[in-house]
C-alpha cells in the first residue's frame, strides 16, 4: 500500500489564518482568502520602502494604522 502524502503546511500569522496559495498554469495566483484581506494585513504590517518618513507619518496619521511595530531607521549624516 501506498503511503498518504501528507501536505505541507506553511506557518502563518494569526491574521492570516487558513491562507493557502498556489499558481496554476497560466502564473496566475489562487488564494484561499480574499487579495483585499491580504492587503489590509500587509498595510498594517509592513513598511513600503518606496515612502519616505514625512510621507511614512502622514499615512499613519490619515489612516490610523501603524505599518510596522517599529519606525524605520534612517542612518544620520554625521
Not at 494569526?14 to 499558481?23: A, F, Y
Amino acid at each position: 500500500m501506498k503511503k498518504k502524502k501528507k501536505e505541507d503546511v506553511a506557518e502563518t500569522h494569526p491574521d492570516l489564518k487558513g491562507l493557502r496559495m498556489s499558481v496554476d498554469q497560466f502564473g496566475r495566483l489562487n488564494t484561499s482568502v480574499s487579495l483585499e484581506r491580504i492587503n489590509d494585513f500587509l498595510d498594517k504590517h509592513v513598511i513600503d520602502k518606496k515612502l519616505n518618513e514625512e510621507e511614512w507619518e502622514e499615512n499613519k496619521k490619515k489612516t490610523g494604522k501603524t505599518p510596522s511595530p517599529s519606525k524605520p531607521n534612517k542612518r544620520k549624516k554625521k
